[in-house]
Each structure stands twice: as structure tokens, then as C-alpha cells.
């Protein structure tokens, strides 16, 4: 079996991990996987193949950034309809990101001018969700593109409860959708010596740290910094570390400084970005690891990246979590909960974690079951793969 996917995130940065980890899998499963993706340089007008192994290849198409959101997609629209329409090798054509004009156009093309079946995948909620950050014509062409093209495809894949849902509010039928959570790296991610990391990178043993891992914040940020504030008049010497190169516009940088600015530097350390391999120690350090959530469609929709990791990595997780995470952590009570806008709960919770240092190893040894058992990305590849025999085999149903 030959797949293609179709995706429109730049090398290492959101959905590319999807695609990369379900990617690399099925083609341990023997399935040769040919991922389309954007360079993650600003201004890079060629196309490269980087074979992965033998049966997975990535090819990155030219991306110029003049904007945020002007990176020149319409050319990689064409590329992608190139690779899509002619090319006649692929058994599934499988598009991520589907509202977006480059991975929006090839998809519609393929319905229309091929005959492979298609998988569009729903991983972000555009309607009520990433649509509002765009102009009033993007934000009209990516809500039609959300709810026009399920209609044109075979089957559909889904990272949530919330995003199945939304399909089937649109009139597509339960057989037709699979869901398929972002998984756990359990392979490269292990629970590691917290001593041993914490003289990797320069920490005392009995300092205490929390890590929150990530790169994209909004009204959640303020949540974990109040609640971080309110930890740090009880435990003076606690230790907050930012990972991540954090997108903020320059009034949110600005409000961050004047909320927090004594905790800058000092408690608050904003580490920046780091190499993956790097990240690894960033969350062994810690003695727990925060994950702040906003309530709202676009989050409760979501499946965050970062969350499988913090699963595989064995630590204990606090969050004021909504939607997936929540379920997670609650069913399996693998980490403490608090509701979305209290600042206060989660402080609560933080101190918790790290006064009941026996509860919360226990929680964090149950997140690692968590993640080989259910959320290893062998396993969730394996599902995807029975996704896709099902459409091959038991006949198209579009």
C-alpha cells in the first residue's frame, strides 16, 4: 500500500508531528508513505526529498514568508495538485489541515480529476476556532472549505470527540469517521533519573521546578502565571521553566512584564527554544509538568502535541484541562485537574504535587502506562492502517 499525505505545517512545527509519527509507523507497518510539507525556512524556493527510511519519504516544498499568514501557499497549492492529480502510484491520498488553500485546492482536485480514495483529517477547529485569526475573506473561505469538502471525501480522520462531533453535525455518517488521537513517543521519550537531568543542565537536586512545555499561549498564559505567582509567595524558592519560543504579540510581552516582571529572571525562567532531544531533560527536571488550557471551542476540539510527550515522559501532569486532556487525565487519573479559569484551583493543584511527592510519582507512573498502552504511536498507527484497509477492502462509501 501506497500513501500520500498532504500537509500544510511547516518541518517540526504543529501537524508535521502528526504526520511524521503516523508516517514513520505505518511504514514500519510496511506502508510506503510520501509526506508533502512546507520548509521551516523563511525564504526557501526549492524542493527537497529527505528519505526518512525506506519506505518514508518527505519532500519540503518552497516557503516565503511575507506575513504571518502569507507564506506562499498558492504555490504550494499547485505543487501539491501535481503530486496529487498525476501522479498514479498512490493507493490513498490523505490531506491534514484540509481547509487551507494548499492542501484545500489538491483535495477538491483529486475528488474531481482522480480516482484514489481520500482522507481528510480534522486535528484543529476551523469555524469558531483558528478562522477567527485570519481577515474576513480567509476566515469566510477557510469555515466553506471546512464545510464543504467532508462532503467530497471517503473517510475521515479525527483527533477528538469534539471534532467527531463536528463532522456529524454535518450530516456524515459514524462509519465514515475514525478517531485517531495524536500518540505518545514512547520510543524516544523515557522516564529519565530527575537527578541525573537536573545535573545535565544545571539544577540542584533539591530545587523545585516545574516545566510547561510549548509555543503557542493566549488567555491561558495569564491563568498559569497567576496561579505560578500565587505558588511563589508560599515556596520562595520554586522554579517555573518557559520551553519554547513563545508567540506573543509585543502588548502580551508587554503585560507579561508588568504582571510579573519581579518573578522575571528569577523564578520565572524563559528558556527559549531547545532541540527536541534537549526538551527531554527540560521535562526529567521537573517535578511536575503544567499544561494551561483555555475554554473554548478551538482547545476543546484539540489534541495537544505536547500532551503525548508529557504522557510518555512518566511526570506527573497538572492542567486545567478541557476536552481530550481532561478525559485523559480524569479516566485514568493520571494527573490533577482544575477548572479552565480559576487561577486559584490550579495553584491548589501545584502545590499538591509538590508536597505529596508519593501521590504524584504515582500519577506519573500511571501516564506512563497511559501512553505505552493506549497512545504509543505504534498503536495509534496500527488503528490508522486498520482505517485504511477497511476503505480499500469493504469498498468506498463516499
Avoid at 480529476?113 to 469566510?140: C, Q, S, V
Amino acid at each position: 500500500m501506497k500513501v500520500l499525505f498532504l500537509n500544510h505545517n511547516t518541518v517540526g512545527y504543529g501537524t508535521y508531528y502528526r504526520c511524521f509519527f503516523l508516517g514513520k509507523h505505518l511504514s514500519q507497518h510496511g506502508i510506503e508513505v510520501t509526506m508533502l510539507t512546507s520548509s521551516n525556512k523563511n525564504y526557501n524556493m526549492h524542493i527537497k526529498r529527505i528519505r526518512i527510511n525506506n519506505r518514508m519519504t518527505i519532500v519540503t516544498l518552497p516557503y516565503f514568508k511575507v506575513s504571518q499568514y502569507c507564506t506562499g501557499h498558492l504555490l504550494r497549492a499547485v505543487i501539491n495538485s501535481i503530486y496529487t492529480v498525476l501522479s498514479p502510484d498512490f493507493d490513498i491520498i490523505h490531506s491534514f489541515v484540509f481547509p487551507v488553500p494548499s492542501i484545500a485546492m489538491p483535495t477538491v482536485l483529486a475528488r474531481f480529476l482522480g480516482d484514489k480514495p481520500i482522507i481528510i483529517d480534522g486535528d484543529d477547529l476551523w469555524r469558531g476556532g483558528w478562522a477567527e485569526y485570519h481577515n474576513p475573506f480567509t476566515k469566510m473561505f477557510l469555515e466553506k472549505a471546512e464545510d464543504m469538502i467532508p462532503h467530497m471525501v471517503d473517510r475521515i480522520t479525527v483527533v477528538s470527540e469534539v471534532m467527531k462531533n463536528r463532522f456529524l453535525g454535518l450530516g456524515i455518517s459514524n462509519e465514515r469517521i475514525r478517531k485517531i488521537p495524536n500518540g505518545s513517543n514512547v520510543d524516544q521519550i523515557r522516564p529519565m533519573n530527575m537527578h541525573y537531568a537536573r545535573r545535565k543542565l544545571g539544577f540542584g537536586d533539591d530545587e523545585r521546578i516545574l516545566s510547561a512545555i510549548g509555543h503557542t499561549y493566549t488567555n491561558s498564559l495569564f491563568i498559569l502565571l497567576d496561579a505560578f505567582k500565587k505558588v511563589a509567595r508560599e515556596l520562595p524558592d520554586i522554579k517555573l521553566l518557559m520551553v519554547g519560543q513563545m508567540a506573543l504579540s509585543r502588548e502580551a510581552w508587554n503585560e507579561v512584564s508588568r504582571r510579573y516582571g519581579e518573578l522575571l529572571g528569577k523564578q520565572l525562567l524563559l528558556i527559549g527554544e531547545q532541540p527536541y532531544e534537549r526538551v527531554l531533560y527540560y521535562m526529567a527536571v521537573a517535578d511536575a509538568l503544567l499544561l494551561p488550557m483555555d475554554d473554548n471551542p478551538l482547545e476543546r476540539a484539540r489534541f495537544p502535541m505536547r500532551f503525548g510527550d508529557y504522557l510518555a515522559s512518566g511526570r506527573p501532569i497538572i492542567s486545567n484541562a478541557v476536552g481530550e486532556v481532561k478525559s485523559i487525565l480524569e479516566d485514568n487519573v493520571c494527573g490533577l485537574t482544575s477548572e479552565p479559569d480559576s487561577a486559584e484551583r490550579l495553584a491548589e493543584n501545584i502545590l499538591i504535587a509538590l508536597r505529596d511527592r508519593e501521590l504524584t510519582e504515582e500519577y506519573g507512573r500511571r501516564a506512563r502506562k497511559v501512553a505505552e498502552e493506549k497512545l504509543a504511536w505504534s498503536k495509534v498507527a496500527g488503528d490508522l492502517l486498520s482505517f485504511y484497509e477497511e476503505l480499500l477492502y469493504s469498498g468506498r462509501k463516499c
